[in-house]
């Protein structure tokens, strides 16, 4: 089992940048780890996603602004956001899948906002 701590969420100007933090309790290195997010009125959607390989996929409406990373031997994933605008307003969530298994963080909550 897997416990999973996001942090770095916050408020920010359209135009500026944050970075996400996922710390996991144990070993990410088989799962799967991504980046979700769920806005007022909407569903969880998938941001970003990082397999054991490298293997990256990023949602269209944040491609070549928000970067995924990992790192397995600090059992941490990280999410660079530049160029914030209001429409990623939401909570993000991290997330790791392996086989059957999902398990889930608390959520950060980000605002972009003038």
């Known amino acids: 089992q897997v416990q999973l701590v996001e942090s770095g969420g916050g408020l920010v100007q359209p135009g500026g940048s944050l970075r996400l933090s996922c710390a996991a309790s144990?070993?990410?290195?088989?799962?799967?780890m991504g980046w979700y997010r769920q806005a007022p009125g909407r569903q969880r959607e998938l941001v970003a996603r990082?397999?054991?390989?490298?293997?990256?996929y990023y949602a269209d409406s944040v491609k070549g602004r928000f970067t995924i990373s990992r790192d397995n031997a600090k059992n941490t994933v990280s999410l660079q956001m530049n160029s914030l605008k209001p429409e990623d307003t939401a909570v993000y969530y991290c997330?790791?899948?392996?086989?059957?298994?999902?398990?889930w963080g608390q959520g950060t909550q980000v605002t972009v906002s003038s």
């Open positions: 144990g070993s990410i290195f088989r799962f799967v």
């Open positions: 990082m397999d054991g390989g490298g293997t990256t």
């Open positions: 997330g790791a899948h392996y086989s059957l298994y999902d398990y």
